[in-house]
């Protein structure tokens, strides 16, 4: 999505090869009308697949995701955050190390806003080791749910997250694709 690479080039501030700091568009303040036109992207990319639920995680994923689901129609779910995962019964919940926080957290999804009645499309922010992702998908196939793809913003290609969930047969749609981040440059594939 060119607009989104030119954003990316303009705002965005490389922190190291590893990590790209967005905060002026996705992880701070938003662009709303660039996030409108994302998710109608994703909406138009996962147009014929039935999807009846969208599912992010807290917190940066939520206003793309709204915007897709505004775009499709459909209920958005975003997975909690938690401090302590007592165990609940109404929950599916799981354990994912955290990129940029270094530390665990817990996400969980109610089982009343999934089931196998459902059609997912999962929708987050960047990926990067797949750590975040995993954890979703395992929420959304313990529910019973289909998912049908999964949608990102950005694709580090240089981290291997998203091509270990194309392996697997996961259908990954990326908006931007970024190669490395070597020089303090931003360098897309
Ligand atoms: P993963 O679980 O795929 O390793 O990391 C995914 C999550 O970590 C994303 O949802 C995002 O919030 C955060 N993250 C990973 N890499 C970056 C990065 O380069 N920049 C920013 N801003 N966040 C990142």
């Known amino acids: 999505m060119e607009v989104l690479k030119q954003k ?5 501030v490389v922190i190291s090869d590893q990590v790209l ?3 002026a568009l996705l992880n701070h303040q938003i662009d709303p009308a660039l996030t409108m036109q994302m998710g109608r992207e994703f909406a138009a990319k996962f147009s014929e697949d039935g999807v009846t639920r969208i599912v992010t995680v807290e917190s940066s994923g939520i206003p793309v995701a709204f915007a897709a689901a505004v775009e499709m ?9 938690k401090k302590t ?8 919940c799981e354990r994912v190390p955290s990129f940029t926080k270094g530390i ?6 109610s089982r009343e806003f999934l089931g196998p009645e459902d059609r ?28 049908v793809g999964f949608g990102v913003v950005v694709e580090k290609c240089f981290q291997s997250g998203a091509s270990t969930l194309r392996e697997q047969g996961i259908r990954v749609e990326s908006l931007a694709k970024i190669k490395s981040l ?5 360098h897309f594939a």
């Open 8 to 12: 990316i080039r303009e705002q965005g």
């Open 21 to 23: 700091k967005l905060d």
């Open 73 to 81: 129609g459909v209920p958005l779910v975003f997975a909690r955050r």
């Open 85 to 92: 995962l007592l165990a609940d019964p109404d929950a599916y």
């Open 104 to 109: 665990v957290t817990d996400i969980m999804v």
């Open 120 to 147: 997912v499309l999962f929708i987050d922010d960047i990926i990067a080791n797949g750590d975040a992702a995993k954890g979703v998908i395992k929420i959304i196939e313990r529910s019973g749910a289909e998912l």
């Open 182 to 186: 070597s020089d303090g440059e931003v």
